[in-house]
DNA sequence: AGGTGAAATGTCATTTAGTGACACATAATA
DNA sequence: TATTATGTGTCACTAAATGACATTTCACCT
């Protein structure tokens, strides 16, 4: 296995350690020492890993950004975004311990208003996936990664799908409300269809290319 | 004068050393002890103020969200956004001091790339302005403040004011580009109609009162 | 003006977060 | 097998942050 990889898995399997601790005594009362013997590792080693013990959960975040970056990734240009998310999206069509990762980011979400710390490390995670989706766009609508049209609407987008996983995420947690996959997907859509700045949500239509106009 | 005013101006002005320091050492080399001694204040009446060091920034970026806002809550019912900032925005329309704190702004923005720390805070106070935004924006469409798509609006409205802020102050400071008020007042409210989900930029029907259907 | 109580600040000790330096282990490469 | 990269552990250290308690400041009252 490459060696970026296995370190990518060690940040994320510390980030788990991390997000229990703080999940269990909150923030404050979790200690480097402590998530680094949850871990098994030397505390050296941990603050090798990250700059704070706050960004120890942000690989959880970003691991959440980037699966369903890599669903928009594999979106065919002729079907609508409802379409993609009824195929690819929701807890039965995805690794059960992506589903549990799920669960820790869902109540870490839920205690963003007592946390601060824990909101600025979510926060520098929504630009990671920021930045995947200016690629996704860009691609899609067969725009320059750079332009400032393409980065106005994916940061309005990311905007929109925070708002949604914070809400949902507060409303399941704190009031113990059910929301099933469906009726979560459409909030999602109609929220991302909202903030969007640019037609990328319905099929787009395919790329001309040179040799085509013999 | 209110004890919670001098704290804020307080705030506001360690910030400012703060900030100062950060510019010329960057983040990692300037120390608490020295923000406390720039500011002449003893180094733990710095920590209460602050949680963190990087977080001593935040007051200044507060106060321009705030300023910002500020505006924004005096728009008369009858105007566009385009004609709002004509009216009230730029330099020349405000005090000397707070565009002195504007140029510190933009100068930090400017070390975003290089200083992830100041990322976070910038991304905080981002939060604040959204806050602010929602009020606005419910007033002016008479809708709850906790309504979803009022809260929705808000956020893709603040990403984009932060893209506009964030490559406005990255291409003067990095790339020396002198922009006019007028450019930047023109470019803040395209972004802006493009982000918002809801229409509040143009001139919007007031109230219609129960006692006026007599 | 002078007294009073709450909040802000200072001083000092202490804890916790985070880094530097160097030795050792582990795994890919030749 | 020797070689080199990179990751990890140990220990000493600096810097960030808090606790405890004394002192000052200032709005508010008489």
Known sequence: MSRNLTRKKTRLELSRHAARLFLDRGVAHASGDEIAAAAGIATRTLWRHFRSKESAVEPLFAQSSLRFAAILR????????????????????????????DI?????????????????????????????????????????RGEFEVRLCAATVTAAIRIVDETVSLAAVKHGLKTTTAEVNAHLAQAIRKASSLPFCDPVTPRIWPDEDA
Chains 1, 2 share one sequence.
């Open 74 to 101: 594999q979106w065919p240009r002729d079907i609508s975004i409802e379409e993609l998310f009824a195929a690819h999206l929701g807890p039965d069509r995805q690794a059960a311990e992506d589903t549990a990762d």
């Open 104 to 144: 820790l980011v869902v109540r870490l979400l839920a205690m963003l208003p007592e946390e601060p710390a824990l909101r600025s490390a979510w926060l520098m995670s929504c630009q990671i996936g920021e930045e995947q989706l200016i690629e996704i766009i860009a691609e899609r609508l067969d725009r320059p």
